[in-house]
């Protein structure tokens, strides 16, 4: 059984950074990324990491936030920066199976950026 367990959400201020973690479990994995989703909007694409480490960015977040993953633990981060308040949204963790054309998802974590 495939699963993702995403942590790290909650509410910070303006400027400030959060680190959010997602561990992923019941298959090999060939790509892991995150989105995110505001009341009201679509779901956007945040950004991804490859299995040999390539990172590709959204506009909006490049020089701010930054993907990594750590292989041996099977754990996807996503490191927020200089966060705005237009970056409130649940933000949500997929990894892709390596023989699937489908995406699996995490329950998604609450990002709230106010003062």
């Known amino acids: 059984q495939v699963h993702l367990v995403e942590s790290g959400g909650g509410l910070v201020q303006p400027g400030g950074s959060l680190r959010l973690s997602c561990g992923a479990s019941?298959?090999?994995?060939?790509?892991y990324g995150w989105y995110r989703q505001a009341p009201g909007k679509q779901r956007e694409l945040v950004a991804f990491?490859?299995?040999?480490?390539?990172?590709n960015y959204a506009e909006f977040v490049k020089g701010r936030f930054a993907i990594s993953r750590d292989n041996a633990n099977n754990t996807v981060y996503l490191q927020m920066n200089s966060l705005k308040p237009e970056d409130t949204a649940v933000y949500y963790c997929?990894?892709?199976?390596?023989?699937?054309?489908?995406?699996?998802w995490g329950q998604g974590t609450q990002v709230t950026v106010s003062s």
């Open positions: 019941g298959s090999i994995f060939s790509r």
């Open positions: 990491v490859t299995s040999d480490g390539n990172t």
């Open positions: 997929y990894a892709k199976a390596k023989f699937s054309v489908l995406n699996y």
